[in-house]
């Protein structure tokens, strides 16, 4: 596909094929057309998607083999040269090395950063490995795709079984019950358990600190109804801080 400049979408810069490149498009399109006006609704929604992804994929100054894949299912989606994206992205990541736009709420970030470790830390590496770990990068409220699943996904090394796990630590109880997250992000994870057709459990951490809390809970989302606990619904889902996890294949258990 051959590409001639940029196209102006509400105020965003997008990579469009030249029209000129298509004698036959070209010819068809009236005095007055535009490029914009040539474009259906849906095209132009997925356009600006794009947009807002290559601007979310350079706001930390780093693009990563993660956003190169999602940008590559957007680009194909929206009939795009990936390659010249890419190389257009890497050329002015090079160009300002010191650009870092990425807004992250420091102090809950670091919280949960830490106790995303420490979950991480329960798999030894002999029998797991950690597949994916999204981020939670975003930019003018714009989030990366991997921000809308949970933080891990673990394969076991022998029998290449899949799962996901959603870390959340909490500080303490309130009124005896805690809520551990949005009824947005429980959709989302539902969601992506529905689609990658893989178990999802939430390790739900309380007191102490990220790194090391005084107490650990695994709740299987299957059985989560809310997404809020009360304190005495949760005994059951208690485990030991100090043992590493153990993923059982036979009853998609996490334990």
């Known amino acids: 596909m051959v590409f001639g400049g940029l196209l102006v979408l509400s105020g965003f810069f997008i990579y469009k094929s030249n029209i000129a490149a298509d004698p036959v498009l070209a010819m ?87 106790f995303e ?25 714009v989030y990366a795709e991997t921000t809308t699943q949970p933080d891990l996904m673990i394969e076991t090394k022998k029998e290449k079984k899949c799962f996901s796990i959603e870390c959340k630590w909490r500080k303490e109880f309130k009124n005896d019950e805690v809520t551990f997250a949005s009824k947005k992000q429980l959709e989302n994870y539902m969601v992506f358990q529905k689609k990658k057709n893989i178990p999802v459990f939430i390790t739900l951490g309380i007191g102490g600190e990220p790194s090391a809390p005084q107490n650990c809970y695994i709740l299987p989302l299957d059985e989560i109804k809310s997404n809020s606990i009360l304190k005495n619904e949760l005994y059951k889902y208690w485990k030991k801080t100090a043992a590493n996890f153990y993923f059982d294949i036979k009853t998609n258990e996490l334990k």
């Not at 990563?64 to 890419?86: F, H, P, V, W, Y």
């Not at 470790?117 to 409220?141: L, N, R, V």
């Open 117 to 141: 470790k420490f979950i991480a830390q329960k798999f030894p590496k002999k029998y797991y490995t950690i597949k994916e770990w999204a981020g939670d990068k975003y930019i003018k409220g």
């Open 28 to 114: 068809n399109m009236s005095p007055h057309s535009t490029v914009e006006n040539t474009i259906d609704v849906n095209s132009g929604k997925s356009l600006e998607e794009l947009n807002n992804l290559i601007e979310l994929a350079k706001a930390d100054g780093v693009l990563t083999q993660n956003e190169k894949r999602i940008l590559s299912r957007k680009a194909k989606e929206c009939e795009l040269d990936l390659g010249e994206i890419i190389k257009d992205i890497e050329a002015e990541l090079a160009a300002n090395p010191s650009k870092a736009e990425t807004e992250i709420i420091n102090q809950a970030k670091k919280k949960g950063d830490d």
